[in-house]
C-alpha cells in the first residue's frame, strides 16, 4: 500500500510564506507524478502545481504562477511546495496526491491521496 502524508500548514498573515511537505511511506516515490490540490469551502479541489517524478518536469496553475514552487526530494521520498507571498484566497486545504499515468493538473488523473492540511491566510 501507499501512504502520503501532509505537513507544514498553519495559520500565517497576508504576504508571508509556508513550506508544505508530503512524505511517502510503503513504497518510494517512484511515481509518474506528484500533484499538489487545495478545496476552499463551498468550492471545489482544484490543481495547485505537481511535478514529474522522472525528469523534474512542473507545471502550474496561473493563480499560482510566480509565487508558489514545487520540488522533489527524491532520496527522502518526500516533494515540497513552498508558498511565497500568500493571499486570503489562498485559504484551502491542501492535499498531495500521486499519479501512475500522467503529469498535469486535472484531479481525476490521480490515484492516491493524502489527508490534507489546513493553509489559513488571514489577519
Known amino acids: 500500500q501507499v501512504q502520503l502524508v501532509e505537513s507544514g500548514g498553519g495559520l500565517v498573515q497576508p504576504g508571508g510564506s509556508l513550506r508544505l511537505s508530503c512524505a511517502a511511506s510503503?513504497?518510494?516515490?517512484?511515481?509518474?507524478?506528484i500533484g499538489w490540490f487545495r478545496q476552499a469551502p463551498g468550492k471545489g479541489r482544484e490543481g495547485v502545481s505537481c511535478?514529474?517524478?522522472?525528469?523534474?518536469?512542473?507545471y502550474y496553475a496561473n493563480s499560482v504562477k510566480g509565487r508558489f514552487t514545487i520540488s522533489r526530494d527524491n532520496a527522502k521520498n518526500t516533494v515540497y511546495l513552498q508558498m511565497n507571498s500568500l493571499k486570503p484566497e489562498d485559504t484551502a486545504v491542501y492535499y498531495c496526491?500521486?499519479?501512475?499515468?500522467?503529469?498535469?493538473?486535472?484531479?481525476?488523473?490521480?490515484?492516491?491521496w493524502g489527508q490534507g492540511t489546513q493553509v489559513t491566510v488571514s489577519s
Open positions: 496526491a500521486a499519479s501512475d499515468r500522467h503529469l498535469g493538473l486535472p484531479v481525476d488523473g490521480y490515484d492516491y
Open positions: 511535478i514529474s517524478t522522472r525528469d523534474g518536469s512542473t
Open positions: 510503503g513504497v518510494t516515490l517512484d511515481y509518474y507524478a
